[in-house]
């Protein structure tokens, strides 16, 4: 069993930055592919980027790129997004998730565990 905490979450302005943080306690941290996802009301949960335990290859949505950047530190367990400029569209609760595979895939049903989210609120 692998626990995911994440924490950093909050209210800022358009333009602005936040840094998530998502604490893994459990089996091995650096044995798992770690991603970030979102889900906006109304909407389906979405892939936001995702990196590789190994090789620390990212991969990151559209969406967002150029903007977030996802980073992990093995040996604080500890997995990173890191969120500049900011827009309204990017309001959402945003989760942590692991999976055992051999990537980070951007689907949702590949992964095995998720923390309980943490809210942004973008205001314009």
């Known amino acids: 069993q692998v626990q995911l905490v994440e924490s950093g979450g909050g209210l800022v302005q358009a333009g602005g930055s936040l840094r998530l943080s998502c604490f893994a306690s459990?089996?091995?941290?650096?044995?798992?592919?770690m991603a970030w996802f979102r889900q906006a009301p109304g909407k389906e949960r979405e892939f936001v980027a995702g990196?590789?335990?190994?090789?620390?290859?990212?991969n990151t949505a559209n969406s967002v790129k150029g903007r977030f950047t996802v980073s992990r530190d093995n040996a604080k367990n500890t997995v990173y997004l890191q969120m500049n400029n900011l827009k309204p569209e990017d309001t959402a609760v945003y989760f942590c998730?692991?999976?055992?595979?051999?990537?980070?895939?951007?689907?949702?049903?590949?992964?095995?565990?998720w923390g309980q989210g943490a809210q942004v609120t973008v205001s314009s």
């Open positions: 998730a692991a999976r055992s595979g051999s990537w980070p895939s951007p689907a949702v049903k590949d992964y095995e565990y």
């Open positions: 459990g089996r091995t941290f650096n044995h798992y592919q």
């Open positions: 990196i590789n335990y190994s090789s620390g290859t990212t």
